[in-house]
């Protein structure tokens, strides 16, 4: 299945690019079945390049 984003509305690549599952309430029927729209957005911003992590990335977690 081709993820694409919700913000840029470009292709996730789910192999080289980190990205969030959203999962919206679409609609329920009459007997409370809620029927689920799921959707994904880059963690990353939009249009970057795929990289290492940042430098210093591990020591931000204080
Ligand atoms: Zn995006």
Excluded: K
């Excluded at 079945?33 to 970057?48: K, M």
């Amino acid at each position: 299945m081709i993820q694409l984003c919700e913000r840029c509305y470009g292709q996730i690549d789910p192999a080289t690019e980190r990205f969030f599952r959203l999962a919206h309430i679409d609609h329920a029927d009459a007997s409370g079945h809620v029927v689920w729209n799921h959707a994904a957005v880059h963690v990353d911003p939009c249009g970057s390049v795929p990289s290492e992590t940042p430098a210093g990335w591990q020591d931000r977690a204080a």
